[in-house]
């Protein structure tokens, strides 16, 4: 079982939409959870981290943690084609001291339609 | 601020050639990573350094893959012999001291691109 499931889509949304993005991770034990955005040809680059139930929110990205259910997601408001990327959720492994590492999902991609 | 930088930023190589792939870190960063992303199998952690030292390389595919860190501000990672299998996107990345638990982040440098043929 991988660690960090993601659905890889594509996820396609009209501008304006939301986009949510979901995640779900084996470890019961993770802390810290990450969302980054990688466009094509790029590296990934951090937008959302998140450590406790609930959410987060920053500018139009929201991220949700259930740790309960293992399950993390982004939501993307007044989603606007410059969103349009692959969202890699990240998650850091339990139980470990001194742990500095970060297990990553598939991604989804996301294409925000103009 | 110089970010994580790595060459080359391309390869095409034939198979069975020796590949290395360098990267330097983001300066005063004591953590270095080697990530390989494909399609299928999404961003996988290779290994990792801390001040220099191999911390975890269990995730290093084979005998074929080596990495190595003689000092803070220079790493590679070296396939010998390349296969087929082995194209794919090489990141490097770095982060500073502390658990990423604790709020700091991973940067990832531009990546190096693999083909083997």
Request: charged residues 20%; hydrophobic residues 35%; negative net charge.
């Amino acid at each position: 079982q991988k660690e960090v499931e993601q659905n890889s889509g594509p996820l396609s949304v009209p501008e304006g939409a939301i986009a949510s993005l979901n995640c779900t991770y084996s470890d019961r034990v993770s802390q810290s959870f990450f969302w980054y955005r990688q466009y094509s040809g790029k590296s990934p680059e951090l937008i959302m981290s998140i450590y406790s139930n609930g959410d987060k929110e920053d500018g139009r990205f929201t991220a949700q943690l259930n740790k309960a259910s293992q399950y993390v997601s982004l939501l993307i408001r007044d989603s606007q084609p410059s969103d349009s990327a692959t969202y890699l959720c990240a998650v850091t492994p339990g139980g470990r001291t001194g742990a500095n590492n970060l297990f990553f999902g598939t991604g989804t991609r996301l294409t925000v339609i103009p | 601020d110089a970010g994580v930088i790595q060459s080359p930023r391309h390869e095409v190589t034939e198979m069975g050639q020796e590949v290395t792939l360098r990267c330097k870190p983001i300066s005063g960063h004591d953590y270095l990573f080697w990530y390989r992303q494909t399609m299928m199998r999404g961003l996988e952690l290779l290994i990792y350094f801390n001040n220099n030292v191999p911390i975890d390389d269990s995730g290093m595919p084979e005998d074929r893959f080596s990495a190595k860190m003689p000092n803070a501000s220079f790493s590679t990672l070296k396939i010998q012999p390349s296969e087929p299998r082995d194209s794919a996107v090489y990141f490097c990345a770095s982060s500073l001291a502390g658990r990423i638990i604790s709020g700091n982040t991973i940067y990832f440098g531009e990546g190096s691109w693999l083909t083997v043929v």
